[in-house]
């Protein structure tokens, strides 16, 4: 079974720039998560997809950030512009069921560093 | 909002021997508490899930416990190795929307 697939794996942009995550999920998985992993600390949720209605973007920095999860399969993650602060890794998980009752499966990360 | 905790923030083994991390959450209503594991520049790769109303699972080497009413769980490791080598993390979700995961163990298994 494939799993979690992410791209880019690294990315290095200045500040102000604007960057784009992929994410695509074990198949038939309904519901995906972005996560952002600041080096040292344990994932945030930034956005919950179920499908593709978003559940959940309270902690999603709305001012610069943007998601989206078109046909309920693959997503992007966008940040425009990028700050500093935003260098972090950015993780897409997925779950068969709704909600946090089964099993996350996690894609490698895309790893940005803003300059 | 639920705040978990994990201690050591980072612990040294030699090879062979048994070891235990530790979890601690402050909600108890939990859903079911996760393990995971992460390697440098890796994802995270899941380990254990205990459901809410059951006390421990067990995957070969790896046991972990949950005691929902002290607000705890802990990892078990027998016979540490070498490739054990990672930070296991712990996550536990309350409500329908967000999962919230500790900072980590780093563990380092030296041989």
């Known amino acids: 079974e494939a799993g979690v697939a992410q791209s880019p794996r690294y990315k290095i942009i200045e500040k102000r720039q604007s960057v784009a995550f992929w994410c695509n999920p074990i198949?038939?998985?309904?519901?995906l998560y972005w996560y952002q992993q600041i080096l040292g600390q344990g994932p945030k949720l930034l956005i919950q997809?179920?499908?593709?209605?978003?559940?959940?973007d309270s902690q999603l920095p709305k001012d610069r950030f943007s998601a989206e999860r078109l046909k309920g399969v693959d997503s992007t993650l966008k940040i425009q512009p990028a700050k500093l602060e935003d260098s972090a890794v950015y993780l897409c998980?997925?779950?068969?069921?709704?909600?946090?009752?089964?099993?996350?499966?996690f894609g490698e990360g895309s790893r940005l560093t803003v300059l | 909002k639920q705040e978990v905790t994990q201690i050591p923030a980072a612990l040294s083994v030699p090879e062979g021997e048994n070891l235990v991390l530790n979890c601690s959450f402050t909600d108890s209503a939990i859903y079911n508490l996760q393990w995971f594991r992460q390697d440098p520049g890796k994802g995270l790769t899941s380990l254990l899930l205990i459901q809410s109303s059951q006390r421990e699972q067990t995957s070969g080497r790896l046991n972990a416990s949950l005691d929902k009413s002290s607000g705890r769980s802990t990892l078990y490791i027998a016979a540490s190795q070498p490739g054990d080598s990672a930070t296991y993390l712990c996550?536990?979700?309350?409500?329908?929307?967000?999962?919230?995961f500790g900072t980590g163990t780093r563990l380092t298994v030296i041989p």
């Open positions: 996550a536990a979700p309350t409500g329908a929307n967000n999962l919230f």
């Open positions: 998980a997925s779950s068969f069921g709704r909600e946090f009752t089964g099993e996350l499966f």
């Open positions: 198949s038939g998985h309904a519901t």
């Open positions: 997809f179920q499908n593709n209605g978003v559940v959940d």
